[in-house]
């Protein structure tokens, strides 16, 4: 993938999650990886309305050298940590949405209350410990809470969101919304009744298997 097409996507992804009331403001941030190298990142305190590809910023995943004199996103470190840790990811959604950041203040993992959740993401959602933003604690227990899953929750903060190419990354997203929504409202209606959560595990594999022909390195 050229590094011009991946700036190009990750603005106007960038853009989607606005338009979709997943981010406020500036809150929140989107890399895509291009290379086993490099990656690219939406910079740091600009607002997404009118974000330019040109703006994204291109940074090593190895050594945090950046391209350029645009100040990338304060939470690289974030992305760069799971591109190495993760070989089959290619794109990573934070987020400050407005559900999962409500079950994030609980600390509470996600159960497996909804089926397209528990295919797409995985049989729980885990809660990060809380630790100050793009410190090493925090990323460590982003990872280990990813382990297994595409999303996390991160305790007190928001949540993240990984994918193959960045539209599953954005759909984990979406769906991420719609289950923790789904959760907060059924606890309210006299409580969740989960999925069994082997069977959840199983959907998820299957859901990786499925699409991981179609889902060979980036669109
Ligand atoms: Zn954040």
Same mark, same amino acid.
């Given at each position: 993938?050229?590094? %011009?097409?991946? *700036? %190009?996507?990750?603005?106007?992804?960038?853009?989607?999650?606005?338009?979709?009331?997943?981010?406020?403001?500036?809150?929140?941030?989107?890399?895509?990886?291009?290379? &086993?190298?490099?990656m690219v990142i939406t910079p740091s305190g600009r607002d997404y309305e009118d974000l330019k590809p040109? +703006?994204?910023?291109?940074?090593?995943?190895?050594?945090?050298?950046?391209?350029?004199?645009?100040?990338?996103?304060? +939470?690289?470190?974030?992305?760069?940590?799971? !591109?190495?840790?993760?070989?089959?990811?290619?794109?990573?959604?934070?987020?400050? %949405?407005?559900? =999962?950041?409500?079950?994030?203040?609980?600390?509470? +993992?996600? &159960? &497996?209350?909804?089926?397209?959740?528990?295919?797409?993401?995985?049989?729980?959602?885990?809660?990060?410990? !809380?630790?100050?933003?793009?410190?090493?604690?925090?990323?460590?227990?982003?990872?280990?809470?990813?382990?297994?899953?595409?999303? =996390?929750?991160?305790?007190?903060?928001?949540?993240?969101?990984?994918?193959?190419?960045?539209?599953?990354?954005?759909?984990?997203? %979406?769906?991420?919304? *719609?289950?923790?929504?789904?959760?907060?409202?059924?606890?309210?209606?006299?409580? =969740?009744?989960?999925?069994?959560?082997?069977?959840? !595990?199983?959907?998820?594999? !299957?859901?990786?298997?499925?699409?991981? *022909?179609?889902?060979?390195?980036?669109?």
């Amino acid at each position: 993938m050229e590094i %011009q097409e991946a *700036k %190009q996507m990750v603005c106007e992804a960038g853009k989607r999650l606005l338009a979709e009331g997943l981010a406020a403001g500036t809150w929140g941030n989107i890399s895509l990886r291009v290379d &086993p190298e490099t990656m690219v990142i939406t910079p740091s305190g600009r607002d997404y309305e009118d974000l330019k590809p040109e +703006e994204m910023v291109e940074v090593n995943i190895l050594t945090h050298e950046i391209k350029g004199n645009i100040k990338p996103s304060n +939470e690289l470190g974030m992305h760069s940590a799971i !591109y190495r840790d993760r070989k089959e990811i290619n794109a990573v959604i934070h987020t400050h %949405q407005q559900c =999962a950041s409500t079950v994030a203040a609980t600390r509470r +993992e996600v &159960p &497996p209350v909804l089926d397209d959740m528990a295919q797409l993401i995985g049989p729980t959602v885990r809660v990060a410990d !809380y630790a100050r933003s793009s410190s090493k604690k925090i990323i460590r227990g982003t990872l280990k809470a990813l382990k297994g899953r595409l999303a =996390a929750l991160l305790a007190n903060h928001g949540a993240v969101c990984i994918g193959r190419d960045l539209d599953e990354a954005f759909v984990v997203s %979406q769906v991420l919304e *719609k289950a923790c929504r789904t959760f907060i409202e059924a606890e309210f209606l006299g409580g =969740a009744k989960s999925i069994n959560k082997v069977e959840a !595990y199983l959907m998820h594999q !299957y859901y990786l298997n499925k699409y991981s *022909k179609q889902k060979k390195g980036n669109r």
